[in-house]
Nanobody, 118 residues
Framework: VQLQASGGGLVQAGGSLRLSCAAS????????MAWFRQAPGKEREIVAA????????RTADSVKGRFTISRDNRRNTVDLQMTSLKPEDTAVYYC????????????WGQGTQVTVSS
C-alpha cells in the first residue's frame, strides 16, 4: 500500500489543521490506520489509530479532546482533525497502515510538517 499525506503547515496556537492521507493499493478497508508524529529530538509517537470500521480507536492522552481521527473507506482516506493546537504539537506527522492491529504498522507515508507558533 502507498500512503500520501497532506495538509500540514504553519498555524498559530489555538488554531486548527486537518491532515489527510490517501492510500492506494490493496483493499483499504482491510487496514488499521494511524497517525504518528515525531518532534525534533524526540521519539516517534502514535497520535491516533482506528480499525477498518472505526469501532476500535486509540488516541494519545496528549491530544484527547483536541484531535479526531476518521476514515472514509470509499475514498481510501484517513484524516486527522486537529484543533486547539499547541506549540508542543509541532512535529512531522506520518500516516501509517497495518494489518495486525492498532499497535503495529508496516507501511508509512512520507510525512507532513505541522508547526504551531506561540
Amino acid at each position: 500500500v502507498q500512503l500520501q499525506a497532506s495538509g500540514g503547515g504553519l498555524v498559530q496556537a489555538g488554531g486548527s489543521l486537518r491532515l489527510s492521507c490517501a492510500a492506494s493499493g490493496p483493499p483499504f478497508r482491510n487496514y488499521y490506520m494511524a497517525w504518528f508524529r515525531q518532534a525534533p529530538g524526540k521519539e516517534r509517537e502514535i497520535v491516533a489509530a482506528l480499525d477498518w470500521s472505526a469501532t476500535s480507536t486509540r488516541t494519545a492522552d496528549s491530544v484527547k479532546g483536541r484531535f479526531t481521527i476518521s476514515r472514509d473507506n470509499r475514498r481510501n482516506t484517513v484524516d486527522l482533525q486537529m484543533t486547539s493546537l499547541k506549540p508542543e504539537d509541532t512535529a512531522v506527522y506520518y500516516c501509517a497502515a497495518g494489518l495486525r492491529g492498532l499497535d503495529e504498522y508496516d507501511w508509512w507515508g512520507q510525512g507532513t510538517q505541522v508547526t504551531v507558533s506561540s
